[in-house]
């Protein structure tokens, strides 16, 4: 599972994030192409597409969770054959819609026509040769991504590692070895390079499909769907950078010689963190190094994955009992106690999340989801774990896909996945064109501004922390490991498009694909591996949003945009003090205004939304380091007089 407390987080995947607002259409209505409706009006040619959408919707959504809840070659083909006929209808739509004078149209028609020319994840070629290929490597590189598999030599393939068992000698940063982390991590590493030659006919394609739409490349569309060009955004996210830079310069920095001390020269690579050391695949999210990294031992305990784990064991010594001890159980019957005590605290978990959106009066998630999700991980089929949530319609079925354990970063992610479900179930009432965030960005952040929401005082009272009081050391720790999640994962959300605008563009030629990608993670994170990688390796697809085709950036601004939503339902909460103590949970008046952002979903240009909710129409950084004013100051005195900073 990839950690989506770092505001992966995904964490919901693009193509579904995109499949909200568009889907395929019956064979009569993608026959309707413009040549065959020359005569019709804007306004009826977006109600029909409006309507193509919530048909078809139920059937691609479908397509896709079979796809990655049951990974086998039927699922594939089924997804394949779905997604063929949606980027058919899809290249139709958008050729109708560049026959529009957006000027001529009322607001909101000519908002979605835009929506339409941009909306496009995955540009497909007009030619049905091409487009077919397209879907089936699109298909074919996630479902190798979710049953990718570390196996040893020698090792008999039911002893091989998933993404799972490795994650956990990674995240084990007190017990496991310097070794043992870096065989882990080369090891996941060894899955990606058979998607190498796909990936690249993957960037051939998308760009045709790109250019026919009126582009440069792929990476040009993704970066028009923001009310603003795409050099204007490139800017806007490279001066928010900026802003932030100094701080995650400090927290780096600290990170590498706490790193130093416990592994001596094997700690840093040139100044920069060992990729295999950080705790994480990807180096996205430090939690797992506070063994390490926690300024003052033991104090403010914050340790709540030790109270999921003892619910989970109680729950099932409970139901040991109750059937006579273990001696009296086959061990099948063992299995299955185990498994339905896993489920129990999945779900326990998952409705306490609900209930902080419920208490700010948002309405209860529908039956169907509970029952229709993928809370644990199946025992007889390979899926993929990443965290995602669904819009299984236009009508509110909504279901999340992980498999979840007992621990923080698990609770975590939940919060962050529902953000995304309340999200659709507010905007269920736009039309289908309308039903996706303001900006993608949005999307990401809903869920994290109620994770922020999640202090000590609130942990407390939902029974997983000892009410305390929180001293100016309690403070420090609060905020650190508060950083590992938010300030670390930065300027991993910024390098990953970084390399596939780069890709897109032809600046990053294939033959230096693993080359780039290193020297970015250099630039922006200041990681490096402990060895080198040549270009026989494929280190980005790793990472489930590349062969997963997601655009990231939205995981960067929604690291921005967060902050600016905590501070205004704070601000709406009557809230006094520092920010960092602001707990929000239960106030209606901050619930109704977050709901109503929500509902409004890409209706309007993002900058409006914002001012609705915040006052101002600009992303900005400055509620972020208000937040981490205290942390900022202590990592200063603590790096006096070290050489912090690294040359890429």
């Known amino acids: 599972m990839t950690p989506v407390r770092t505001l992966l987080g995904t964490a919901i995947a693009a193509t579904l994030l995109t499949l909200t607002a568009c889907g395929s259409a019956p064979e009569n209505e993608a026959a309707k192409t413009p040549a065959a409706a020359p005569a019709e009006s804007a306004d009826a040619f977006i109600a029909r597409a409006n309507r193509s959408i919530e048909e078809v919707t139920p059937e691609i959504t479908?397509?896709?969770?079979?796809?990655?809840t049951y990974i086998n070659a039927d699922s594939q083909r089924v997804a394949a054959g779905a997604n063929e006929r949606w980027l058919t209808l899809r290249n139709a739509l958008v050729e109708q819609a560049k026959t529009y004078d957006e000027a001529a149209q009322t607001p909101a028609t000519a908002r979605a026509l835009h929506i339409l020319k941009t909306d496009a994840a995955m540009p497909a070629p007009r030619d049905p040769a091409r487009l077919k290929e397209l879907a089936g490597i699109a298909t074919r590189m996630e479902a190798a991504y979710g049953a990718g598999k570390w196996c040893r030599d020698g090792e008999a393939a039911k002893d091989c590692l998933d993404i799972g068992r490795i994650s956990e000698i990674l995240a084990d940063t007190a017990t496991s070895s310097y070794d043992e982390q870096l065989a882990a991590w080369e090891g996941w590493h060894t899955v990606s390079p058979p998607m190498r030659a796909d990936y690249r006919r993957f960037v051939e394609l998308t760009n045709e499909g790109?250019?026919?739409?009126?582009?440069?490349?792929?990476?040009?569309?993704?970066?028009?769907?923001?009310?603003?060009?795409?050099?204007?955004?490139?800017?806007?996210?490279?001066?928010?950078?900026?802003?932030?830079?100094?701080?995650?310069?400090?927290?780096?920095?600290?990170?590498?010689?706490?790193?130093?001390?416990?592994?001596?020269?094997?700690?840093?690579?040139?100044?920069?963190?060992?990729?295999?050391?950080?705790?994480?695949?990807?180096?996205?999210?430090?939690?797992?190094?506070?063994?390490?990294?926690?300024?003052?031992?033991?104090?403010?305990n914050l340790d709540i994955s030790t109270a999921l784990r003892q619910q989970r064991d109680d729950a099932l010594n409970a139901s040991v009992?109750?059937?006579?001890?273990?001696?009296?159980?086959?061990?099948?019957?063992?299995?299955?106690?185990?498994?339905?005590a896993d489920l129990d605290i999945a779900t326990k978990m998952t409705r306490l999340a609900e209930g902080f959106y419920t208490g700010l009066g948002m309405p209860a998630l529908p039956g169907s989801f509970y029952t229709d999700s993928q809370l644990i991980q199946p025992r007889d089929r390979d899926v993929v774990c990443h965290a995602s949530a669904w819009p299984m319609d236009t009508h509110g079925e909504v279901r999340i896909k992980m498999c979840i354990k007992p621990t923080e970063e698990e609770l975590t992610t939940i919060y962050h996945e529902l953000g995304h479900i309340f999200y659709y179930m507010a905007?269920?009432?736009?039309?289908?064109?309308?039903?996706?965030?303001?900006?993608?960005g949005f999307h990401e952040a809903i869920g994290d501004t109620i994770v922020l929401s999640m202090t000590p005082e609130y942990l407390a009272s939902i029974g997983l922390l000892d009410q305390t009081t929180m001293s100016e050391q309690a403070v420090i720790n609060?905020?650190?490991?508060?950083?590992?999640?938010?300030?670390?994962?930065?300027?991993?959300?910024?390098?990953?498009?970084?390399?596939?605008?780069?890709?897109?563009?032809?600046?990053?030629?294939?033959?230096?694909?693993?080359?780039a990608w290193w020297e970015l993670k250099a630039k922006y994170q200041g990681v490096a591996p402990a060895q080198a990688r040549g270009e026989d390796f494929f280190d980005p697809g790793a990472k489930y949003h590349v062969p997963g085709n997601t655009p990231y950036t939205r995981y960067f601004l929604s690291h921005i945009l967060q902050f600016q939503f905590y501070k205004a339902l704070c601000d709406a909460a009557g809230h006094n003090g520092p920010l960092y103590q602001c707990n929000f949970a239960g106030n209606p008046e901050a619930g109704a205004r977050f709901w109503a952002m929500l509902a409004a979903?890409?209706?309007q240009p993002w900058q409006k939304t914002?001012?609705?909710?915040?006052?101002?129409?600009?992303?900005?950084?400055?509620?972020?380091?208000?937040?981490?004013?205290p942390l900022n100051a202590w990592l200063e005195m603590k790096n006096q007089g070290k050489d912090c900073g690294w040359e890429g």
């Open 601 to 603: 979903g890409s209706s």
């Open 478 to 515: 609060a905020q650190m490991r508060m950083a590992l999640a938010k300030v670390a994962f930065l300027p991993f959300g910024l390098m990953i498009d970084r390399w596939r605008w780069g890709v897109f563009d032809g600046s990053i030629a294939p033959e230096n694909y693993n080359a």
């Open 210 to 300: 790109a250019k026919e739409m009126g582009y440069a490349n792929t990476g040009e569309v993704w970066r028009a769907g923001y009310d603003m060009t795409p050099a204007e955004f490139q800017a806007e996210t490279d001066r928010l950078w900026n802003q932030v830079k100094p701080l995650y310069t400090q927290l780096q920095c600290y990170t590498r010689g706490k790193l130093v001390e416990k592994y001596g020269d094997k700690g840093q690579v040139d100044g920069m963190l060992p990729a295999h050391l950080t705790g994480n695949l990807w180096q996205q999210d430090w939690g797992n190094l506070w063994p390490i990294l926690e300024p003052y031992k033991g104090v403010g």
């Open 62 to 68: 479908s397509a896709q969770w079979l796809s990655s």
């Open 610 to 629: 914002l001012r609705e909710l915040t006052g101002g129409e600009q992303m900005d950084a400055a509620p972020v380091l208000e937040y981490f004013a």
């Open 427 to 440: 905007y269920k009432e736009q039309p289908p064109l309308f039903q996706n965030g303001a900006h993608d």
């Open 321 to 340: 009992a109750q059937a006579g001890g273990l001696g009296k159980l086959t061990a099948e019957r063992q299995v299955e106690l185990s498994r339905q």
